[in-house]
């Protein structure tokens, strides 16, 4: 699916991998035009082959890549962040929010990693899991990716690259949590701040979110918006009552 917005191109990517019996799709997103080739997201640890493989299937040369936008430090966001920064013969910029910058970069530990929390993650694997993949899960969540930030973004401001990017402050599924917000194709990249169950649109999952309410309250910036699409990490494309269900879930 692209969505094409004069000389500027929109591709929700579909990266999904299947782990141990545990089958998990995300959704990163990739914005280009003749300039810039932005990413935004970069999945787990491990998953540069299946980045280079979604750059060739939309048509997108992956050398061309110049930018990368981070919505926050969960593993499953900045995975690959590093192998694609060293693997490609491009300069990359990567960009993060001042809050988000220090986990990022391995200055500080991931916020939501402690002991109990990866007990808790071993916990919730399949029962057929096996002791060795066990080991290897515990370790990667023990000692996270990392990878260096180059720009510091500040919410409100607006990225004058591909038709214009505005960062949005939607603190809550962690501290420094920012999504963004496409203003020629009218949408917005959610990043854990909503997500789509059962092809509804949601708040960030309690279970994972830093400060649920912060997290809800953050939401209410959406909507003076005008959104017409809402890329979520977690669920994909939503289209439709999206003022009214934003509505809904601010209540």
């Known amino acids: 699916m692209i969505f094409l917005i004069g000389k500027n191109n929109i591709q929700m990517l579909s990266i999904t991998m299947n782990t141990n019996g545990m089958i998990n799709t995300i959704h990163p997103t990739l914005i280009w035009n003749d300039e810039d080739v932005v990413l935004i997201d970069t999945g ?10 979604c750059f060739e299937q939309v048509g997108v040369p992956f050398e061309k890549l110049n930018k990368i936008l981070i919505t926050h430090q969960d593993i499953d966001h900045i995975g690959s962040l590093s ?20 986990y990022i ?28 993949f066990k080991n290897a899960f515990k370790n990667r969540l023990e000692n996270p990716p990392k990878g260096k930030v180059n720009h510091v973004l500040i919410p409100g401001t607006e990225l004058l690259i591909c038709g214009g990017i505005t960062v949005i402050d939607t603190a809550g599924h962690t501290p420094g949590h920012i999504s963004f917000y496409h203003k020629e194709s009218k949408t917005l990249i959610a990043g854990d701040a909503l997500m789509i169950e059962n ?6 999952n309690p279970q ?3 400060d649920i309410n912060q997290s809800i309250k953050s939401v209410e ?26 509505g809904e879930i601010i209540k």
């Open 221 to 246: 910036a959406l909507l003076d918006l005008e959104i017409e699409k809402i890329i979520c990490y977690h669920g994909g494309l939503f289209e439709g009552n999206i003022k009214e269900r934003l």
């Open 208 to 210: 994972y979110t830093f």
């Open 44 to 53: 787990y640890p491990g998953q540069l082959n299946e980045f280079r493989n």
């Open 83 to 102: 192998s694609i920064v060293e693997e490609s013969t491009n300069q990359i910029e990567v960009f993060a929010s001042e809050i988000e910058k220090p």
């Open 105 to 132: 970069q391995g200055d500080k530990l991931l916020i939501k990693i402690t002991p109990e929390s990866i007990e808790r993650a071993i916990a919730s694997l399949p029962d057929e899991a096996t002791d060795e």
């Open 199 to 204: 092809g509804q649109l949601n708040p960030s």
